[in-house]
């Protein structure tokens, strides 16, 4: 093995750690947080953190909503996307280059920064507490029209998965766009578990983490190659 690939594989070994000692936690018997390296593989294994979040505390509903939004908001993100990056590359037309400089602008804006614009719009139309509510922000997004403009084909594993993190891990959108426990989506009622009156059942934070974490891995792992492909051919471009 070469240095190169030696010290890659330890810089692997150090990112991965994080996400073993979560489904360490996850699966392991009791709510101790092991310290030792030598407590990772005490106490043996089990699933009842797991089972104990699909029978209370309502991260079932969570994650349900957050399938839910994120299966509705990326798929249209992508064509959204698509359709009007392929209109800035191809198309000629007197503003073309104000929807460009838009484009870039809203890509530099903060999120947070339209938070309070939001909200007030989706209270007058009555959009506060609802999937519509939650997945509307989502559909436009600017990296993806210009990524899309100058790039086709593996670009679109980029912008795809890339809306898929954003949408999936969104909390601050979610928390303040939204009232009842019903509505909210697994990040937010993540968060607010962990910030329990009572003592926090790690082993349940954790294995809920562990479901958050899954897809967005499973997601990277399916189209690594095309994102990879996207990103070399834009960054040639």
Known sequence: MSRAAAALSVVALISLAPLLYMARVSLGVGNALPVAPADWWSGGFTLEHYRALGT???MGRFALNSLLVTGIAVPIQILLSAAAGHALARGRFAAKGVYLALATAFLILPRQVTLVPLYLLFSRLGLLDTYAGLI??????????????????????VVGVNGFLITWNAFLHPLVLTTSESMRTLPVGLALFAQSEHSVDWGALLAGSTIATAPVLI??????????????QGSGR
């Open 219 to 232: 997601a990277f792992a399916l189209f690594q190659r095309q994102i990879v492909e996207g990103l070399l």
């Open 136 to 157: 509307l922000p989502h559909l436009a997004d600017p990296f993806g029209v210009l990524f899309m403009a100058h790039l086709s084909g593996p670009g679109l594993a």
């Open 56 to 58: 209370s505390g309502g």
